[in-house]
Each structure stands twice: as C-alpha cells, then as structure tokens.
C-alpha cells in the first residue's frame, strides 16, 4: 500500500502498470456476495462526514465499531473485472460512497503488464 496526499484539481492523471496472472472464479462486483477482484487501485477522498445520508453515517459507524478504522468520506476504485466492459461504473452493494470503475476485464490480458491512466478528478 502507498499512500499520499494530493489534490485532483491540480493532479488529475493517476499512472499505473499491473498484472494478473489468474481471474478469481465466481467473482462479480456487480453482486454484493461475490464483489471481488484479483486487483484494484483505491483512491479514498476526504469530506464533511455530516453531509452524509443516514444510512450511510450508520453504514460508516458499523464499519468503524466492526474495524476501529473511520471510512473515507468517500472511495473510487480502479478494479480488474472479470466480466464487466472497460469503463464501466460499478456502485458499490455497501454505500453510496464507493464507486469501482472498470479498468481491466477478463482473460485475455492475464499475465501481461499492462498500462492504464485515468483522470481521478474526472471520474470522481
């Protein structure tokens, strides 16, 4: 894990190379039960916790008694999907607050690096 602080204002591109040498059988991000994927890339944003709904303060309370870790205000990830076209915009089955975004899909990449950019400001 790294981590930084940066605005997407000013640094919208995020770069990144990955590689998966196997898809995770069964799993669909799209379905809460089998929301998985081999690898993702987490951008956490910060925020006015108070503006939240009231399902989601509960939502974010549960996480913290059940991990001792406050969520971000709000969370955009970048997933390798078995299934789901590139680009695709998948909401979270948890919270309004996470979103994953198809950068990758399926088999025919597996075991190869590849190149992906995205415009974190953009997508958020």
Same mark, same amino acid.
């Not at 078995?82 to 950068?103: K, L």
């Given at each position: 894990?790294?981590?930084?602080?940066?605005?997407?204002?000013?640094?919208p591109?995020?770069?990144?190379?990955?590689?998966?040498?196997?898809?995770?059988?069964?799993?669909?991000?799209?379905?809460?039960?089998?929301?998985?994927?081999?690898?993702?890339?987490? +951008?956490?944003? %910060?925020?006015?916790? /108070?503006? =939240?709904?009231f399902?989601?303060?509960?939502?974010?309370?549960?996480?913290r008694?059940?991990?001792?870790?406050?969520?971000?205000?709000?969370?955009?990830?970048?997933?390798?999907?078995?299934?789901?076209?590139?680009g695709?915009?998948?909401?979270?089955?948890?919270?309004?607050?996470?979103?994953? +975004?198809?950068? %990758?899909?399926?088999? /025919?990449? =597996?075991?190869?690096w590849?190149?992906q950019?995205?415009?974190?400001?953009?997508?958020?």
């Amino acid at each position: 894990m790294h981590s930084a602080r940066v605005d997407p204002r000013q640094f919208p591109l995020l770069k990144w190379r990955w590689k998966v040498n196997k898809l995770i059988a069964g799993a669909d991000n799209a379905r809460r039960d089998t929301e998985d994927a081999p690898v993702r890339i987490i +951008i956490a944003f %910060d925020g006015e916790h /108070s503006r =939240l709904s009231f399902e989601d303060r509960i939502f974010f309370s549960q996480v913290r008694m059940m991990t001792g870790q406050q969520m971000p205000y709000a969370t955009l990830m970048y997933i390798w999907e078995n299934r789901a076209p590139v680009g695709t915009v998948i909401p979270s089955r948890h919270t309004s607050r996470v979103r994953m +975004i198809v950068a %990758d899909s399926g088999a /025919s990449h =597996l075991g190869t690096w590849r190149q992906q950019s995205r415009n974190v400001y953009e997508d958020y």
